[in-house]
């Protein structure tokens, strides 16, 4: 889902990629883009899961105003994903209510 041609940027440059782990499955990044990016690029839309009704919530407003894009990170919850840069090894999941999966 990366554009890698873009008709006016023309064609995006190659580079090393990392490797992020989201729920548990490996997902490759490009160094210093942010978590959602790569997330949209593997095809993963979904960030959290609204308290109340269990309703998905994915990337919204793209820079870090809404809480829309919001996951665990490193067993830290309510990080913004669309301003958080990738770091190799890094581990992300699935946000579960207001403070995450882990119910803290």
Do not use: S, W
Not at 26 to 38: D, H, L, S, T, Y
């Amino acid at each position: 889902m990366r554009i890698v041609d873009h008709p006016i940027l023309g064609p995006l440059e190659q580079v090393e990629t990392i490797t992020i782990h989201v729920d548990g499955r490996p997902v490759q990044a490009r160094p210093g883009e942010p978590i959602a990016a790569a997330l949209y690029a593997a095809g993963l839309r979904t960030a959290r899961f609204t308290p109340k009704h269990g309703e998905p919530r994915g990337l919204y407003c793209g820079i870090g105003q809404c809480t829309d894009c919001v996951m665990e990170v490193n067993d830290v919850p309510n990080v913004r994903t669309c301003v958080t840069p990738v770091a190799e090894g890094m581990k992300v999941r699935t946000q579960h209510g207001l403070r995450g999966a882990k119910g803290h």
